[in-house]
């Protein structure tokens, strides 16, 4: 063994210091980088209202499309239905990462949208079930997967996106833009279902009002395509282009052979963070409605009035965590739901309207924490020639798991319990687990360039400053080696 040529080999494997050249330093353009901000966060908000209006009329889709059950069991079914487009999601997540790796990110996030936009208004075109029986079930299944396999490209697409178009030091705050797109989506989606329920009435909303909303996507999603269609590629992407070989072809097996590492912790971090956005954003709504009585249109209103109150906080989340880190903006938000989750849970069930929205605003708040530092942590995670796949591929995954199932697995344990407090247990489970991980294997990149790109600055200026610290410039240079000599060992071994 100690004679062993393969193994002389890998000791010599030198520890090469980084190089970099002026040329290789992106001055981003200030108007480029907002362009590709609005169009994406406008892009992802249209998306999301129409994924987002499904959960606001859970409760009435359940009636249409569930008769056979009552009470809170319908909330249960339409919940499940709502959580079939996750099982869609890591097989979209893979297909539109993969090509976006290939292709650019651009033309996958445009198809998306149309995708989107088209299964969305199926629903609304789709009978119920008091004219077709279980086949209306079977079409409204058909048109959640395909919603689920769009959304797969969708989210992780858009991070990416951003992440790559925005100069490194205004990474945070500029993508955190594409929550506030996410929360605008949102608070359309629930703003029409409230002011359609107030002027229709319940009657007329269980009827055909319901429809209204499924409807208006097709138009939203030609405005949405618009936008995306005259963005321009982003320069992380075409410098990796100008390098990259003609034979040079990497696949999912690669990504989960060489990348485990940061997929599993992307995966973990993803967990809480989605938990915590579906319960508060999604969930919230029919717990209001169908678990404290409140009537439909009055809990819309309060997830609303919040919904627009968190946009300001999620860009100042955003702002702080380019000033002082992002992992001590999570961290803030972790340690106060595991303190805070069961008293802002005794408010929302005081009955009392004033007490409800302080509860709903301290769950908000800290929710924002997250959505205002996830859009630029988790693109950070991955090298640019498998940013798109990998981050596709670790978001859909945990999100199908964890996300999608966050309303189902809670409603189904209050109806089996009665205990109102399940929401409040299951947040803080999710964010001990998160504490862990983020404290302990979460590597601070807030300010830095992204793994595998070079420096991306606003101003010539920082060039010069820059190129006197290469090595703090390409931080991620040791590890971009290690996996080089671990794909290097593995074709010698295979040889």
Do not use: C
Request: no cysteine; charged share 15%; aromatic share 10%.
């Amino acid at each position: 063994m100690a004679n062993d040529p393969n193994n002389n080999s890998r000791k010599l494997k030198r520890k090469s210091k980084p190089k970099l050249k002026k040329d290789d330093i992106t001055v981003v353009d200030s108007k480029s980088a907002r362009k590709a901000v609005v169009a994406t966060a406008v892009g992802n908000g249209m998306e999301w209202f129409d994924f987002g209006i499904y959960s606001y009329l859970a409760a009435t889709i359940g009636q249409v499309f569930f008769p056979e059950v009552s009470g809170p069991m319908q909330l249960v079914y339409s919940f499940a239905t709502f959580a079939v487009a996750f099982i869609a999601r890591p097989i979209g997540g893979i297909f539109f990462g993969m090509l976006g790796d290939r292709l650019g990110r651009k033309k996958v996030l445009a198809i998306t949208l149309i995708m989107m936009a088209l299964a969305t208004l199926s629903i609304g075109l789709i009978p119920g079930h008091a004219s077709i029986g279980s086949t209306a079930t079977v079409l409204l299944l058909i048109a959640r997967l395909v919603q689920g396999f769009s959304t797969g490209g969708e989210y992780s697409g858009a991070m990416t996106f951003i992440a790559e178009s925005t100069p490194d030091k205004k990474r945070g705050f500029m993508s955190s833009g594409l929550e506030v797109g996410t929360l605008i989506g949102y608070i359309a989606g629930a703003g029409l279902v409230t002011l359609l329920t107030f002027i229709l009435g319940d009657d007329t909303m269980l009827e055909w009002g319901w429809r209204i909303p499924f409807f208006l996507s097709a138009p939203i999603g030609l405005v949405g395509f618009y936008l995306r269609n005259n963005l321009e590629e982003t320069p992380a992407f075409e410098a990796m282009e100008e390098k990259r070989s003609d034979d040079e072809n990497i696949t999912v097996k690669d990504i989960l052979q060489y990348h485990w590492r940061a997929i599993l912790i992307g995966m973990f971090v993803v967990f809480f963070y989605i938990v915590v956005n579906y319960a508060v954003l999604s969930y919230m709504p029919s717990h209001l409605t169908a678990v404290l009585g409140y009537g439909e249109a009055e809990g819309l209103l309060l997830i609303v009035i919040v919904m627009v109150i968190m946009i300001p906080i999620v860009l100042l989340m955003g702002y702080l965590s380019d000033r002082i880190g992002a992992k001590k903006i999570i961290q803030f938000g972790l340690v106060g739901l595991i303190l805070l989750s069961i008293p802002s849970f005794n408010l929302i069930g005081s009955g009392n309207t004033l007490l409800v929205f302080f509860g709903l605003m301290i769950l908000a708040v800290f929710s924002a924490s997250f959505q205002g530092t996830m859009p630029a942590l988790l693109p950070s995670l991955f090298f640019t020639n498998v940013r798109n796949g990998a981050l596709a591929i670790t978001f859909n995954i945990s999100a199908s798991l964890f996300g999608g199932t966050t309303p189902l697995v809670v409603s189904w344990f209050i109806s089996k319990t009665g205990n109102e407090m399940v929401p409040a247990y299951y947040l803080i489970f999710a964010s001990i687990i998160g504490i862990v991980v983020v404290s302990i294997f979460l590597k601070e990149t807030a300010g830095k360039a992204l793994r595998g790109s070079p420096p991306a600055v606003e101003e010539k200026a920082e060039i010069k400053e820059i190129l006197e610290e290469p090595e703090e410039a390409l931080w991620w240079h040791d590890e971009k080696k290690e996996i080089q000599d671990r794909i290097e060992n593995s074709s010698e071994d295979q040889k």
